[in-house]
């Protein structure tokens, strides 16, 4: 039972990951029209995520800024970043599903074979 369990989560992660992969392949080749280099937009994201604001807002400002232009621009870094955050949802849920395999035995009496 425990190796279906990490099969399940094992898969999980990857696909998670393929998503991430194939998402930014596809939109790493979108142009950048404001000129900046992806380093200097990640400096003055890390920049700014040193003060108070949040990382979001931080990206509102980058937005604002020039850093990323609107449109396809856009389109592509906020779909690059959700893909990213889908790691987080499969790492919970890897998480959740170790923690109930350890759980149910305990709430149900039972001892697993």
Avoid: D
Avoid at 44 to 54: D, F, H, K, V
Avoid at 76 to 94: C, D, K, N, P, R
Wanted: hydrophobic share 50%.
């Amino acid at each position: 039972m425990i190796l279906i369990l990490f099969l399940i989560t094992l898969a999980i992660g990857l696909l998670a990951q393929w998503h991430v992969k194939r998402t930014y392949a596809r939109h790493s080749r979108t142009p950048v029209q404001s000129g900046h280099t992806g380093a200097e937009a990640a400096q003055e994201i890390l920049r700014q995520a040193a003060s108070p604001t949040s990382a979001s807002s931080s990206m509102r400002n980058c937005w604002a800024m020039g850093f990323i232009q609107a449109g396809s621009e856009r389109a592509a870094v906020s779909q690059v970043l959700t893909a990213a955050g889908w790691t987080y949802v499969a790492a919970f849920i890897s998480s959740l599903m170790y923690f109930l395999w350890h759980l149910l035995p305990l709430l149900t009496g039972r001892q697993r074979n």
